[in-house]
């Protein structure tokens, strides 16, 4: 329930983006209680206990940001999925509830705007898939320095839940395709912009790079990932690797095993942590990407960085021995790891190697972020197994949509967002390098500091799974639908031959 009132929320949200008018001042709002958050605590939870109905979580968020506006004791609600401990929230009486949510409308862009203040200078509505631990608390640094240095400014932040942006892409897609946009939200660098019809539904960002001087500090294989059809569509605020394994430090000396390097040792590592009674492997499937996303770094590890780049240019074939290869390997992982995978997040997934229930798990270093945000220290990492040397690389950026409510706000942000103080912020939380090459790292922990290096000496190839590699038909269809059909029925054949035709159907027949 939580997570559907979530995501109604956020489309409401990102609808009402549309001319988003400064909210109507409120008359004074008296607060019938007042609540501190406590663990466990959600906002439809709270609107049960006080009205009886989950939905009436409406009327708290707008009686608290409203009383926020007046008494900063109060906490302001931006993200209604993320009550943060010890906020303190305004729950109004139900007659003040009932009256608010009478002709209350989440799908009004003007009775949205009723839930936030207004700023003397309009709205910033942020669209991402941020929600979990790291990657909040990343997003919040930046809101964090956005709003001290624009005070005026009110932050809508429409987050939809849902790891590599499941759920985001295809609900933003519809709303920019319908006219409605938020004022920026989060792209994969390369070829992802070609989903929203750059030049169309969203416009070039060149002049951001020329006015901050992106492009002398932004390395150039990062440059050469963002520029498309000759433009910049993003701004960078980060570098992400995808081809990690994290284990659990404690299970891996339990078991007596060291960290794997090839899958040969990873297969024997995972034989000895099962008769020491320890689930060898974490591994997710429910936000759509985990199965692509483990693939991509089976097939890196593979083949050199080379043929591996080669897949996405029509210089390897699918046909390869190694793509082969790389399924069997696949098939076999799969045998180790949990069977419910369909049902965890890749947070839930990573959440198994903090609580020492699971010892492995490859994942993009945004679990990194995952493990700040739980103060969890005892993990360690290594390349996915075959991967040394090799750097597979994907990078968040936002963009500016045509039909921006507010082009000046978001210009703002992007200028924020290729900063050094907003990357240096941002990253250490989020579990991802700096975009930018002057980044001061002292302050980021050991896992940050070494993939800074290893980017600057590993092979750089692009993610599919994360935007960067192929077109997004491709990557989210023809090669996607391949892998997770593969990971039910463990047809190696029929998978290569799904793949192959996937690449001839992208434009390189094999
Ligand atoms: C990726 C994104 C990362 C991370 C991850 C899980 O696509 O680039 O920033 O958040 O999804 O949601």
């Known amino acids: 329930m939580?997570?559907?009132?979530?995501?109604?929320?956020?489309?409401?949200?990102?609808?009402?983006?549309?001319?988003t008018a400064a909210a109507a001042p409120n008359s004074a709002i008296t607060c019938d209680q007042t609540v501190t958050v406590t663990a466990g605590d959600w906002l439809s939870k709270l609107a049960e206990k006080a009205f009886g109905t989950?939905?009436?979580?409406?009327?708290?968020?707008?009686?608290?940001?409203?009383?926020?506006?007046?008494?900063?004791?109060?906490?302001?609600?931006?993200?209604?999925?993320?009550?943060?401990?010890?906020?303190?929230?305004?729950?109004?009486?139900?007659?003040?509830a009932e009256a608010f949510l009478k002709d209350f409308n989440p799908t009004r862009a003007s009775d949205l705007a009723k839930l936030f203040?207004?700023?003397?200078?309009g709205q910033l509505i942020v669209a991402s898939w941020w929600t979990n631990g790291g990657e909040f608390a990343g997003l919040n640094q930046m809101f964090e320095q956005f709003k001290k240095a624009n005070p005026d400014v009110e932050i809508v932040n429409a987050a939809v839940a849902g790891g590599a942006g499941t759920n985001f892409k295809g609900q933003?897609?519809?709303?920019?395709?319908?006219?409605?946009?938020?004022?920026?939200?989060?792209?994969?660098?390369?070829?992802?912009?070609?989903?929203?019809?750059?030049?169309?539904?969203?416009?070039?960002?060149?002049?951001?790079?020329k006015r901050n001087n992106l492009e002398a500090v932004f390395p150039p294989t990062l440059l050469a990932m963002l520029k498309f059809k000759d433009h910049y569509w993003g701004v960078p605020v980060n570098i992400h690797r995808s081809n990690v394994l994290w284990?659990?430090?404690?299970?891996?000396?339990?078991?007596?095993?060291?960290?794997?390097?090839?899958?040969?040792?990873?297969?024997?590592?995972?034989?000895?942590?099962?008769?020491?009674?320890?689930?060898?492997?974490?591994l997710g499937g429910k936000d759509g990407f985990e199965l692509q996303h483990t693939?991509?770094?089976?097939?890196?590890?593979?083949?050199?960085?080379?043929?591996?780049?080669?897949?996405?240019?029509?210089?390897?074939?699918?046909?390869?021995?190694k793509v082969t290869q790389a399924l069997e390997t696949f098939k076999k992982y799969l045998s180790y790891a949990n069977a419910d995978h369909d049902a965890l997040t890749w947070a839930a997934a990573t959440q198994l190697l903090i609580d020492g229930k699971a010892a492995m798990n490859i994942m993009g270093d945004w679990a990194n972020g995952q493990f700040v945000a739980a103060n969890f220290t005892d993990y360690g990492w290594a390349p996915v197994p075959g991967t040394k040397g090799i750097f597979v690389a994907l990078s968040d950026s936002f963009a500016l949509p045509a039909k921006a409510p507010s082009p000046a706000n978001a210009n703002l942000w992007l200028d924020l967002a290729g900063s050094k103080a907003a990357q240096e912020a941002f990253?250490?939380?989020k579990g991802?390098?700096?975009?930018?090459?002057?980044?001061?790292?002292?302050?980021?922990?050991?896992?940050?500091?070494?993939?800074?290096?290893?980017?600057?000496?590993d092979a750089i190839v692009p993610s599919v799974t994360h935007g960067a590699a192929a077109t997004p038909s491709w990557a989210t269809k023809g090669y996607a639908d391949a892998i997770v059909l593969f990971a039910t029925t463990g047809d190696v054949a029929a998978a290569q031959a799904a793949l192959v035709q996937a690449a001839a159907d992208a434009g390189f027949p094999q």
């Open 172 to 209: 933003l897609l519809s709303q920019l395709l319908g006219g409605v946009a938020p004022d920026t939200f989060q792209l994969h660098a390369g070829w992802e912009a070609d989903t929203y019809n750059p030049g169309v539904l969203i416009v070039p960002v060149d002049e951001v790079y």
């Open 54 to 96: 989950v939905t009436s979580y409406w009327a708290i968020m707008w009686a608290t940001n409203q009383k926020n506006a007046e008494d900063s004791s109060y906490a302001k609600i931006t993200n209604a999925d993320a009550l943060e401990v010890g906020q303190k929230l305004c729950i109004p009486s139900k007659a003040d």
């Open 117 to 121: 203040a207004s700023g003397a200078k």
């Open 2 to 19: 939580k997570k559907f009132v979530y995501v109604l929320l956020v489309a409401a949200l990102m609808l009402a983006s549309i001319g």
């Open 427 to 429: 990253n250490a939380q």
């Open 432 to 457: 991802s390098i700096c975009a930018r090459t002057d980044c001061d790292y002292s302050a980021f922990n050991a896992y940050l500091q070494s993939a800074a290096k290893d980017w600057t000496v």
């Open 295 to 321: 693939f991509e770094d089976i097939l890196a590890g593979s083949m050199t960085a080379e043929e591996y780049a080669g897949l996405w240019t029509g210089k390897t074939s699918w046909k390869s021995p």
């Open 247 to 282: 284990y659990n430090k404690a299970l891996l000396d339990k078991a007596g095993v060291t960290p794997p390097t090839t899958w040969d040792e990873f297969f024997a590592a995972a034989d000895k942590l099962k008769a020491a009674g320890i689930a060898p492997v974490a």
